[in-house]
C-alpha cells in the first residue's frame, strides 16, 4: 500500500501493502470533473454548512470507493471519540461516543501523515482493537483543524479490504476534502460562538433593568427595546415601536429640531452622548444621559443603537452639592476675616473674596503665589516654620506683617488646621486670618501708658509729695507757691490722664463717619490755643479754598491739637513761636506746624519709626504717640524735619474726602 503525506516524505511501514505517507496536496492530480464537484459544493451559498460538510463526504466516499465517510471530533485529554457527520453506510453512525484508544483515529493523530490502511486483515493490523472494535478492513484518515488547533479526523472506511493501494490522486483528494472541511468546521465553531455570543448578549440586554436600550433603523424609528426601556419609559414594547426617537423628548426639544440633530450627530461621528430632559408615556419627565451609536455594515448605515440611562438622582445630587458648596463660598466670603486653602504641598488652592479685597491681588494672581510671598521679607520664615509645623501636628497658629498689592503692612493671625481623610492622609491645609493691626496698636498703647504710670507718674507724685512735706514746715513764705506747683503738677496729670484714656480708645472702627472741614474747624482750635497760651505767637498760613473736608472725624482735631501743644509746651522761650500752615496735593492735605523750640529729639523720632519701645529708647510722653496712633486710625502720615537755625517742622498727612 502506497500513500501521499504533506512534507513531500514517505516511511515504510515494515509490512507488505501499508505504508502512512505525508501527502503534499497536489489538486492537480485530482480529475477536473471531482474538483470542480468540490467547488460547487464549497461555493454554494445555499447549503449550510453542516449540508456542505455531508456532501463532502459523499463526494469522497463516490470518488474513493469507499462505503462510509465521516468527521470525528476528538477530546485528547479525556480520549473521547465521538462521531459527528456521516454518508454512506450504516458501518459507522453518526453520535456514536467511543474510547480513542479503540480506533484507528488515535494513530492519525499519533502520525504527522495521513494514514492510508490498504487491508486490516494483514499481521500488523489482525490485532488491533480498532479492526476488532468497528470491523473496518480498509481505512483513509487525515487530521482536521480549527485555527492551529486538532479538531479531530475526517475518515473514510469499508468492510472490504482493497485490492490496490490509495494511489497519489486518491491522497491528495483526501487531503484537499480534509483541508475544506478544516474550513468549514472552523467557520461552524466560529458562527456557533458568535450565536452563542450573540444569545448571551440579548439576554444580558433584556435583563438589563436600569438602562432602556433600543434599537433605531436609519430614519431613528424604534425596532426592538429591552425590559429597562419598559421600566424606565413606562410603554409596552408594542406600543413605542416604529415610533420615531422625538417621541421621547419634550415639546420645545423637538421644536428645536433636538431629536434629529443628535441622529446626524451620531452618523457623522459615529457615537455622541447627550444629557437633557426626556418624556415618559406619562408625561412625566427625568434626566438622562443618552448614547447614540451609528450602526454601520460595510460603510452603509444599518441603523442606531441607544442606550438612555436616568441620571435624575445623580444631577439632584449634583446639584444640591453644587448648592451646599456656593453656601459654603457665599459664607467663607461673607467673613471678616480671611480663609485660604492650600494643597498638602503647601501651593495656594483657593481663597475668599475678603482675602483678595485685602491684600488687592486677583484670584489668579493670589493663586498664583506662594503663601509666604503675602508677608514682609522679616516674618516669611516664620510663616514657612509656621507651615511645616501644621503638617506635623494638625495645626498652628502664626502671626506676621501681611503687605497689599499697594504695599500697606497690616499685622494678621493666621490660624491654620489640616484637613484629612478617613485613612488619616493630608488632603488640604486651612488657614483663617485676623486683622490683628487694632489689636496690635491697643497693645502698643497699653505698653507705653504702662511706662508712663510707672515713670511719668511717680515723677510727678514725688514732686506732690515733696511740696506737700514743705507745707507741713507752717513757713507761710512756701505756702503760695507750693499750693501753685501743686495745682500745676495736678493739671499734668489730668493732662496725661485724659491722654491715656484718648489712647487706649483710640479704634478707627469708631471714627465718627460725618467728614470735617479743614477750614472750619483748625481756626477755631488754634484761637482756643491763643486764649490758652497767650503769651505764644500763633501764625496761619491757610490757603483760599473751597470747603475741604477730611474723612478723618475727631482725629484731626487729636492729632493737629497734640502737635500746636507740643510745640507750645517744649519750647522754654518765654513767647514761644507756632507756625500752622495747610497746602492740598492730588488726594492729600498736608498740614504744617512749625515752631522755634530746641526741636524734638532723635530718640522720640525713632520710637515712632521703630513703632516700640524698649528700657532704654522710650518717649517722654504720650503727645507724639497720640498723634502718631490718631494719622495710623486714619491711614494717614507723619513726618519730621529739622529748622535752622532751631526749631522742628511736623507734617501729619490726611487722606481727602472730595466735596459733592
Same mark, same amino acid.
Given at each position: 500500500?502506497?500513500?501521499?503525506?504533506?512534507?513531500?516524505?514517505?516511511?515504510?511501514?515494515?509490512?507488505?501493502?501499508?505504508?502512512?505517507?505525508?501527502?503534499?496536496?497536489?489538486?492537480?492530480?485530482?480529475?477536473?470533473?471531482?474538483?470542480?464537484?468540490?467547488?460547487?459544493?464549497?461555493?454554494?451559498?445555499?447549503?449550510?454548512?453542516?449540508?456542505?460538510?455531508?456532501?463532502?463526504?459523499?463526494?469522497?466516499?463516490?470518488?474513493?470507493?469507499?462505503?462510509?465517510?465521516?468527521?470525528?471530533?476528538?477530546?485528547?485529554?479525556?480520549?473521547?471519540?465521538?462521531?459527528?457527520?456521516?454518508?454512506?453506510?450504516?458501518?459507522?453512525?453518526?453520535?456514536?461516543?467511543? &474510547?480513542?484508544?479503540?480506533?484507528?483515529?488515535r494513530k492519525t493523530l499519533e502520525e504527522d501523515q495521513l494514514l492510508a490502511v490498504q487491508d486490516a486483515t494483514t499481521d500488523e493490523w489482525a490485532d488491533d482493537p480498532a479492526a476488532q472494535a468497528w470491523n473496518i478492513n480498509c481505512y483513509v484518515g487525515s487530521k482536521l483543524y480549527v485555527q492551529t488547533d486538532v479538531f479531530g479526523t475526517l475518515c473514510f472506511v469499508d468492510r472490504s479490504a482493497r485490492s490496490q493501494p490509495f494511489d497519489t490522486a486518491a491522497l491528495a483528494?483526501?487531503?484537499?476534502?480534509?483541508?475544506?472541511?478544516?474550513?468549514?468546521?472552523?467557520?461552524?465553531?466560529?458562527?456557533?460562538?458568535?450565536?452563542?455570543?450573540?444569545?448571551?448578549?440579548?439576554?444580558?440586554?433584556?435583563?438589563?433593568?436600569?438602562?432602556?436600550?433600543?434599537?433605531?433603523?436609519?430614519?431613528?424609528?424604534?425596532?426592538?427595546?429591552?425590559?429597562?426601556?419598559?421600566?424606565?419609559?413606562?410603554?409596552?414594547?408594542?406600543?413605542?415601536?416604529?415610533?420615531?426617537?422625538?417621541?421621547?423628548?419634550?415639546?420645545?426639544?423637538?421644536?428645536?429640531?433636538?431629536?434629529?440633530?443628535?441622529?446626524?450627530?451620531?452618523?457623522?461621528?459615529?457615537?455622541?452622548?447627550?444629557?437633557?430632559?426626556?418624556?415618559?408615556?406619562?408625561?412625566?419627565?427625568?434626566?438622562?444621559?443618552?448614547?447614540?451609536?451609528?450602526?454601520?455594515? &460595510?460603510?452603509? =448605515?444599518? /441603523?442606531?443603537?441607544?442606550?438612555?440611562?436616568?441620571?435624575?438622582?445623580?444631577?439632584?445630587?449634583?446639584?444640591?452639592?453644587?448648592?451646599?458648596?456656593?453656601?459654603?463660598?457665599?459664607?467663607?466670603?461673607?467673613?471678616? &476675616?480671611?480663609?485660604?486653602? =492650600?494643597?498638602?504641598?503647601?501651593?495656594?488652592?483657593?481663597?475668599?473674596?475678603?482675602? =483678595?479685597?485685602?491684600?488687592?491681588?486677583?484670584?489668579?494672581?493670589?493663586?498664583?503665589?506662594?503663601?509666604?510671598?503675602?508677608?514682609?521679607?522679616?516674618?516669611?520664615?516664620?510663616?514657612?516654620? /509656621?507651615?511645616?509645623?501644621?503638617?506635623?501636628?494638625?495645626?498652628?497658629?502664626?502671626?506676621?506683617?501681611?503687605?497689599?498689592?499697594? &504695599?500697606?503692612?497690616?499685622?494678621?493671625?493666621?490660624?491654620?488646621?489640616?484637613?484629612?481623610?478617613?485613612?488619616?492622609?493630608?488632603?488640604?491645609?486651612?488657614?483663617?486670618?485676623?486683622?490683628?493691626?487694632?489689636?496690635?496698636?491697643?497693645?502698643?498703647?497699653?505698653?507705653?501708658?504702662?511706662?508712663?504710670?510707672?515713670? !511719668?507718674?511717680? !515723677?510727678?507724685? !514725688?514732686?506732690?509729695?515733696?511740696?506737700?512735706?514743705?507745707?507741713?514746715? /507752717?513757713?507761710?513764705?512756701?505756702?503760695?507757691?507750693?499750693?501753685?506747683? %501743686?495745682?500745676?503738677?495736678?493739671?499734668?496729670?489730668?493732662?496725661?490722664?485724659?491722654?491715656?484714656?484718648?489712647?487706649?480708645?483710640?479704634?478707627?472702627?469708631?471714627?465718627?463717619?460725618?467728614?470735617?472741614?479743614?477750614?472750619?474747624?483748625?481756626?477755631?482750635?488754634?484761637?482756643?490755643?491763643?486764649?490758652?497760651?497767650?503769651?505764644?505767637?500763633?501764625?496761619?498760613?491757610?490757603?483760599?479754598?473751597?470747603?475741604?473736608?477730611?474723612?478723618?472725624?475727631d482725629r484731626f482735631e487729636t492729632a493737629v491739637g497734640n502737635a500746636v501743644e507740643n510745640a507750645i509746651q517744649h519750647n522754654s522761650a518765654p513767647e514761644p513761636w507756632v507756625r500752622v500752615e495747610v497746602a492740598r496735593d492730588a488726594g492729600q492735605v498736608h498740614v504744617r506746624i512749625l515752631d522755634d523750640g530746641p526741636g524734638i529729639p532723635s530718640n522720640e523720632r525713632e520710637v515712632l519709626e521703630r513703632e516700640t519701645e524698649t528700657q532704654l529708647t522710650h518717649g517722654r510722653?504720650?503727645?507724639?504717640?497720640?498723634?502718631?496712633?490718631?494719622?495710623?486710625? %486714619?491711614?494717614?502720615?507723619?513726618?519730621?524735619?529739622?529748622?535752622?537755625?532751631?526749631?522742628?517742622?511736623?507734617?501729619?498727612?490726611?487722606?481727602?474726602?472730595?466735596?459733592?
Amino acid at each position: 500500500m502506497r500513500g501521499m503525506g504533506k512534507d513531500r516524505g514517505s516511511r515504510s511501514g515494515g509490512h507488505s501493502g501499508d505504508v502512512t505517507l505525508r501527502g503534499d496536496g497536489n489538486e492537480m492530480s485530482i480529475n477536473p470533473s471531482t474538483r470542480r464537484r468540490l467547488y460547487q459544493i464549497l461555493s454554494d451559498p445555499t447549503q449550510p454548512n453542516d449540508a456542505k460538510i455531508t456532501d463532502l463526504l459523499r463526494l469522497g466516499c463516490e470518488r474513493l470507493g469507499m462505503e462510509n465517510g465521516h468527521v470525528v471530533r476528538i477530546d485528547t485529554e479525556t480520549r473521547r471519540h465521538e462521531i459527528e457527520a456521516v454518508a454512506g453506510s450504516a458501518l459507522v453512525e453518526a453520535d456514536v461516543v467511543s &474510547d480513542l484508544d479503540r480506533t484507528f483515529c488515535r494513530k492519525t493523530l499519533e502520525e504527522d501523515q495521513l494514514l492510508a490502511v490498504q487491508d486490516a486483515t494483514t499481521d500488523e493490523w489482525a490485532d488491533d482493537p480498532a479492526a476488532q472494535a468497528w470491523n473496518i478492513n480498509c481505512y483513509v484518515g487525515s487530521k482536521l483543524y480549527v485555527q492551529t488547533d486538532v479538531f479531530g479526523t475526517l475518515c473514510f472506511v469499508d468492510r472490504s479490504a482493497r485490492s490496490q493501494p490509495f494511489d497519489t490522486a486518491a491522497l491528495a483528494f483526501v487531503d484537499l476534502l480534509s483541508q475544506a472541511i478544516s474550513r468549514l468546521k472552523e467557520r461552524q465553531v466560529h458562527e456557533t460562538a458568535l450565536e452563542s455570543q450573540q444569545e448571551r448578549f440579548e439576554i444580558f440586554v433584556r435583563e438589563i433593568a436600569d438602562y432602556a436600550l433600543f434599537m433605531l433603523d436609519p430614519a431613528g424609528h424604534v425596532k426592538s427595546w429591552n425590559s429597562g426601556a419598559t421600566n424606565l419609559l413606562q410603554y409596552e414594547e408594542d406600543e413605542l415601536l416604529e415610533s420615531h426617537l422625538s417621541r421621547l423628548f419634550p415639546e420645545a426639544e423637538c421644536a428645536r429640531g433636538a431629536p434629529a440633530r443628535l441622529l446626524e450627530e451620531a452618523r457623522q461621528q459615529g457615537r455622541i452622548e447627550d444629557e437633557g430632559w426626556r418624556v415618559r408615556k406619562d408625561g412625566t419627565t427625568f434626566w438622562a444621559l443618552e448614547t447614540i451609536t451609528a450602526l454601520y455594515d &460595510d460603510g452603509e =448605515l444599518r /441603523g442606531f443603537g441607544t442606550v438612555v440611562r436616568d441620571l435624575t438622582e445623580r444631577r439632584e445630587a449634583e446639584q444640591a452639592l453644587q448648592e451646599q458648596q456656593a453656601f459654603t463660598e457665599r459664607a467663607l466670603d461673607s467673613l471678616d &476675616d480671611l480663609f485660604i486653602v =492650600l494643597s498638602p504641598e503647601g501651593e495656594m488652592v483657593q481663597v475668599n473674596e475678603r482675602a =483678595l479685597e485685602v491684600t488687592g491681588y486677583t484670584e489668579a494672581e493670589a493663586l498664583s503665589m506662594h503663601p509666604i510671598e503675602f508677608f514682609a521679607p522679616e516674618d516669611q520664615a516664620t510663616i514657612a516654620a /509656621g507651615i511645616s509645623e501644621v503638617l506635623e501636628s494638625g495645626q498652628s497658629t502664626v502671626q506676621g506683617t501681611l503687605v497689599t498689592n499697594d &504695599d500697606e503692612r497690616l499685622q494678621y493671625e493666621f490660624r491654620v488646621r489640616t484637613l484629612t481623610d478617613s485613612d488619616g492622609t493630608v488632603t488640604a491645609i486651612v488657614g483663617i486670618g485676623r486683622d490683628i493691626t487694632q489689636r496690635k496698636l491697643y497693645e502698643q498703647r497699653l505698653e507705653v501708658a504702662q511706662r508712663v504710670l510707672r515713670h !511719668n507718674l511717680r !515723677n510727678e507724685m !514725688n514732686v506732690i509729695r515733696g511740696l506737700a512735706e514743705n507745707l507741713s514746715t /507752717g513757713e507761710s513764705t512756701l505756702t503760695e507757691r507750693a499750693a501753685e506747683q %501743686i495745682i500745676e503738677t495736678a493739671d499734668r496729670l489730668l493732662e496725661r490722664s485724659e491722654k491715656t484714656r484718648m489712647m487706649t480708645e483710640l479704634d478707627a472702627s469708631e471714627l465718627r463717619s460725618e467728614p470735617v472741614d479743614v477750614f472750619e474747624v483748625l481756626p477755631a482750635l488754634l484761637d482756643e490755643f491763643r486764649r490758652e497760651a497767650p503769651e505764644a505767637t500763633i501764625e496761619t498760613d491757610l490757603p483760599e479754598s473751597e470747603p475741604l473736608r477730611l474723612p478723618v472725624g475727631d482725629r484731626f482735631e487729636t492729632a493737629v491739637g497734640n502737635a500746636v501743644e507740643n510745640a507750645i509746651q517744649h519750647n522754654s522761650a518765654p513767647e514761644p513761636w507756632v507756625r500752622v500752615e495747610v497746602a492740598r496735593d492730588a488726594g492729600q492735605v498736608h498740614v504744617r506746624i512749625l515752631d522755634d523750640g530746641p526741636g524734638i529729639p532723635s530718640n522720640e523720632r525713632e520710637v515712632l519709626e521703630r513703632e516700640t519701645e524698649t528700657q532704654l529708647t522710650h518717649g517722654r510722653g504720650l503727645g507724639l504717640w497720640l498723634i502718631h496712633w490718631c494719622m495710623a486710625t %486714619i491711614g494717614g502720615q507723619i513726618s519730621f524735619a529739622d529748622r535752622d537755625p532751631t526749631g522742628s517742622e511736623l507734617t501729619l498727612t490726611f487722606p481727602i474726602v472730595e466735596t459733592a
